[in-house]
């Protein structure tokens, strides 16, 4: 099948899709975003986050058909040209990112977070992240990296 | 040579300043956090094929046949592989083991075991064509009690060469003499279950067939020379012949020391004339790796009244499933470390590593030490109670230091300051108690499983000592190249090695050493790859002292030649000069020139090789030895809450103290202890693979649970600098200690709230409640 939708603000369209591929699958093997990432493939890691019409989602999860004509926003698509997010910068300079294979998921997930809430207390990141898997940090630099992000917004909205 | 992926490893510019001891970003931070790293399982090249294993489904049972015909017909298949189809040696296996076959014949030996290989146009296909093998087998019951397997002759073999992999025993004073002198003896039999990395990566690559008959293959790995070594004979191809690029690294915390995909892949690859992919599933990931040994372990200790331990008497079993993988010096390290940083004058230890049809078991952050950690600090516990003494101070009565003799008769030749650092770990200030009105800070959380109710408060203390780079009279080396010339006007130092970035944080180590010793900014990252010499696993904690040496030498080097140019054309004594920030400065004149202007075209480049002081092995009958080439130390203090009604565990705080000889990169070592404690945690209160009968139960992250942000509780790193003075810039490798000691910590702490005895890791809340 053909599916066709809007990803980091261009349309996409991608062919001969079988009907079983995910989201991720199609983003990473048939748009070249290999942004997002495969770490478990089941919805429990949250490696593969991308924002589905503005709201958080396992790509992994979702079938490719699903995201007909609607928007993706992938990793890939936070920056804006050669400038990182806010998000992004603070991850490199808190040291939230060791390995990387989940700061993809992370990033998309703390994004949508502090668009949100302003003001996040670090219960509130912890709910936002709880379905974020690290193996490497312990999540310490990570909490960091968002409430830095997070301050940064809010001085400068 | 072929043509490079699409998507594929690059030189990476480290950005930024910061030289040895400034926390300087990570070169590849940037491309991480724009989703442009190329990881292992991003690698995409146009026609590549997709590759697929097929797996035993059983534990232990003879092939009988195997018809591939069937799946050979699929459509949109190329190949399907058996172990006929292997061109070279049969068997694989890390460290020279060679016992573990490519693709499995005859027998299999755990569940899981790879039998066949498909390639074909997409990864569905494969998967399908996968079910269409045909495979006989005559099923077996599974050899699964290592105890049995370690002392029963009768058990039957799972290797044929007998089930013992490796018994090391270590004997000092007379244990049984000492017995009379025990005033109070303790003892306990502690189990630990078996841990997976569960690294976020999945096993993955690509090989990509090349005109000289070769194969060019991008992998994710530990340590790329010893995969070299066993993939060559494999393939039965020359080492020249296969070019490795170390690609991506999503983690690896041991699990990929052992070789996973590559020889299928590049088995494939060479079969079709096409580039193949393989790239795991989770599922398929938590068979495709070795484990941490679950372990057996059965400890007695004498002391006087005052709490001084005057024997130990120790058993220890690990069970390394069916292949010998890193068995043997897992057994090492157990042996070695069985009593950890305490000075006891009787001892006798066994530590046996065995063969059973239970999933295979290798490196796993802490190797052997973690294990007998949980046991020995366990024992500290029972016996501060049975002498009346808090546990910080019987610890702190039997504590190493430096010039102590560990149980081997290893003496301790750099700093050690034990006892201090369990009275800064006792001191640090206290968490608030928890908040009754926040949920969110109960055990239970958002589940509203309590407002308070059940809730007790428990505090303990853990002390974890590991060796550092590989023991036991292994040459361990590091090789790096480090050339220097000038690019765009600027000098630019090109480092190169083939050592694992796996997300520690080499990389930027090798930038910073790079500025501090050559005085240059611009710093490039050459992808890990086999053109420059082995640089050893990353692993051991090793690599910034063996790498990190490596680079500081062949940097050195290049020095002496910048030096020698710059005596020539300034016409000063070299040891008037110095480099720093591009430019060449004497201590007599100050600045002199550019080094830019200094090089000209001209290049400098140096190779060098790094090892470490040598050490002896274990003496096979008295374990004596000098077997260690650093040791290194962390003290976790952890406080819970627990809920002893539903028997939930929440870490409170862990606060640790750690001794690093040199503070190199502080926000990475911070990383590294953050993430080693995590770990701990893990395996303290939710981490174990369960196996029935041979057979894991919960291959998922749904049933094997790591971690969460909202498990892990803030951390308080108290970080000291006793340099040791052989190592490079007097650092102590910092990524396994914490590993060791948040373990017993955090369950010291559990017993602390409970009373309960709690001999058994991962602790369930059925082992609080008493409902199990």
Redesign the interface.
Known sequence: MRVGFTVNGREETADDV?E??SLLYVL??RM???????????G??G?CTVLLDGVPVCSCLVAAGQAEGRRVR???G??EGDR?API?EA?????A????????GL?VQAHDLIERVPRPSD?D???A???????????????AAVRLAANRRAENP | MSVAPARAPRDIAAPGGGGVGDSALRPDGVLKVRGEFAYSSDLWIDGMLWGATLRSPHPRAKILSIDTSEALAHPGVWTVLTHEDVPGRKHFGVDHTWDQPVLAFDEVRHQGEPIALVAADHPETARRALEKIRIEYEVLEPLTDARRAAFDPAYPRVQPRGNVARHQPVRVGDVDAARELAEVVVSGEFQVGMQDQAFLGPESGLAIPAEDGGVDLYVATQWMHNDLEQIGPCLGLAEDKIRMTLSGVGGAFGGREDLSMQIHAAMLALRTGKPVKIVYNRYESFFGHVHRHPAQMRYEYGATKDGRIVYADVEIILDGGAYTSSTKNVVGNAASLAVGPYVIPNVRIDAYGVYTNNPPCGAMRGFGAVQACFAFESMMDRLADACGLDPVTVRQVNAAAEGSALATGQIIWAPLPMAEMLQTARELPMPAPADTGDLRDLPGGVSQTTHGEGVRRGVGYGVGLKNICFSEGYDDYSTARVRLEVIGGEPVAMVHTAAAEVGQGLVTLEAQIARTELGVRRVVIQPADNRVGDAGSSSASRQSYMTGGAVMTACQAVREGMAALAAARFGHARDDLSFTGDKVVSESAGVLGTIAELLGDAVIEETREYHHRPTTGMDPVTGRGDSHAQLALCVHRAVVDVDVDLGLVKVVELAAVQDVGRILNRVALEGQIHGGSAQGLGLAVMEEIVVENGRVRNPSFTDYLIPTILDMPPMRLEILENADPRAPYGLRGAGEPSTLSSTPAIVAAIRDATGLALTRVPVRPEHITGSS
């Open positions: 079988w079983g591929e990473r093997e070249g975003l290999p942004g997002s990432k495969n770490a478990c493939e089941q429990e890691c490696s992938t990793v890939e936070l920056a990182q992004q991850f490199v300079e808190c040291g990112v060791q390995c990387g294979f989940c700061t993809p990033l219960a990141i912890r709910e992240l709880a379905g974020n898997l690290c193996r490497c940090t312990g999540y310490e630099k990570i909490l």
